[in-house]
């Protein structure tokens, strides 16, 4: 089945940019996403990126794809404190699922 | 943007009763709608699919009796954990498609937190 992995933590200081990291394995994916959960709420969801694109930008956020490699980075620029949260990665491969990451945690430090 | 309500927060309720949670497209019609279940520090795993005006499709080892799905309309799906126990507690988040394609995100409500005592 589809196996989507992120690494779990991630520490930035406010102000420097923040990288989160993903690999899938399904070479069929033809969307993937980026969510936030901030602690005790439902997901939002933050910018998604179809997969013959590179890279999309959205204010403060870019995404890149490897679809060779089957990686997909989110880096969030400026970071600042209200960015805390967990990150997920999820994939989609035409079905109406979406498979998601581990999530990775991020904490912003003063 | 689209809005997807889910109701209640937070729920506890005591081992052996059953509990409705809703999910409700806002400010859109939704046919398909998810169900699901996320662990402590854990993803979301996929508990079912939610169809409206059919039958709901649940995903391998979910048990169909004990999460008893109902989308009897285009904007709300409901999820009965039925005679709960503790080991039912968990956060439940719902979602919906706001669009036909797939290429429409999918929305997610704020999850409900379930504790059974």
């Known amino acids: 089945g589809e196996d989507v992995e992120q690494s779990l933590f991630l520490s930035v200081r406010e102000g420097d940019s923040s990288v989160i990291n993903c690999t899938y394995t399904?070479?069929?994916?033809?969307?993937l996403y980026w969510y936030k959960q901030e602690p005790g709420a439902g997901l939002q969801l933050l910018t998604y990126?179809?997969?013959?694109?590179d890279m999309k930008q959205d204010q403060r956020l870019t995404v890149l794809l490897n679809k060779k490699d089957k990686h997909l980075s989110l880096r969030i620029a400026d970071t600042q404190t209200g960015d805390s949260a967990i990150y997920f990665c999820?994939?989609?491969?035409?079905?109406?699922?979406?498979?998601f990451g581990t999530g990775t945690r991020l904490t912003v430090i003063p | 943007g689209a809005v997807v309500s889910q109701h209640p927060s937070w729920v506890i309720c005591k081992s052996g009763t059953s509990v409705k949670i809703e999910c409700r497209s806002l400010?859109?019609?939704?046919?398909?709608m998810f169900w699901y279940r996320q662990f402590p520090k854990q993803s979301l795993m996929l508990m079912a699919t939610?169809?409206?005006?059919?039958?709901?499709?649940?995903e391998q080892g979910v048990e169909k009796d004990k999460f008893l799905i109902n989308h009897a309309s285009l904007t709300l799906s409901t999820l009965t954990v039925t005679s709960a126990h503790p080991e039912d507690s968990s956060f439940y988040i719902c979602?919906?498609?706001?669009?036909?394609?797939?290429?429409?995100?999918?929305?997610f409500g704020n999850g409900t937190r379930l504790t059974v005592t």
């Open positions: 979602s919906a498609r706001a669009g036909a394609g797939i290429e429409s995100p999918l929305h």
């Open positions: 399904d070479s069929s994916s033809t969307y």
């Open positions: 990126i179809f997969s013959n694109m």
């Open positions: 999820a994939e989609s491969t035409g079905a109406n699922n979406l498979f």
């Open positions: 400010d859109f019609q939704a046919t398909t």
């Open positions: 939610s169809n409206e005006g059919s039958k709901a499709t649940y």
